[in-house]
């Protein structure tokens, strides 16, 4: 298995472009979810899916999107890129659960730059 | 809501010293508790975690917290450690029915040869 695989490793944007980062796990997980870190702020819930067509806003939803179309994917989409969301993205998924009561599986992270 | 705070931020060690790494949450109500660990380049993985039961749980490499919960407290703790031990360390914390994890800032801890 390859566990919860996160592309890309690096990217850089300038501001007001869109992208998305894409988040894919083969462990049939039902849970998945966004986390942000920055610098001396821990990790922070952005979005999270408790199941294929069920998703809810984290602890900092504002200005990303997500979708879960199918059990393995879980995109997170930048609609307008601002220099706040510079920061390190981490996918993570668990088998059921709701992220709090079960062991997270993470990505290896990608690394986002916002000029 | 709830908060976590791992009161140091950086802890420098030597081979074979003891670690305490302490860990607060902000919350009355019943918690799971966790301790992941961020080796340099690696992913985020689970070093241990409580729900219930016995205060003292013990989890990968040697290490084990213990939950007080008369002082919201949930330390990570090892006898001694080894070089490989450098780390990012973080508490986490989730209020039973909430949902997702509340991180605290991390520790980055270096073990010295």
């Known amino acids: 298995n390859a566990g919860v695989t996160q592309t890309p490793k690096f990217q850089v944007l300038k501001t007001g472009q869109s992208m998305t980062l894409q988040c894919a796990q083969d462990m049939n997980h039902e849970y998945m979810s966004w986390y942000r870190q920055d610098p001396g702020m821990g990790l922070r819930l952005i979005h999270y899916s408790v199941g294929a067509g069920i998703t809810d806003q984290g602890e900092v939803p504002n200005g990303y999107n997500v979708s879960r179309s199918t059990t393995e994917d879980f995109p997170l989409r930048l609609l307008s890129a601002a220099p706040s969301q510079t920061s390190v993205y981490f996918c993570?998924?668990?088998?059921?659960?709701?992220?709090?009561?079960?062991?997270?599986?993470f990505g290896s992270g990608t690394q986002l730059s916002v000029l | 809501a709830q908060s976590v705070s791992q009161h140091n931020h950086h802890v420098i060690l030597s081979e074979a010293a003891s670690l305490e790494l302490g860990c607060n949450y902000s919350y009355g109500g019943t918690v799971n508790l966790f301790w992941y660990v961020q080796y340099p380049g690696q992913h985020l993985q689970l070093l241990l975690k409580y729900f219930s039961g016995d205060p003292l749980v013990k989890g990968i490499k040697g290490f084990e917290a213990e939950f007080i919960k008369s002082k919201f407290s949930f330390n990570l703790r090892k006898p001694s450690v080894q070089w490989s031990d450098t780390a990012e360390y973080f508490c986490a914390v989730n209020a039973q029915g909430a949902d997702g994890l509340t991180f605290g800032k991390g520790t980055h801890l270096i073990i010295q040869p």
């Open positions: 993570a998924s668990s088998l059921t659960g709701t992220g709090g009561n079960e062991k997270l599986f």
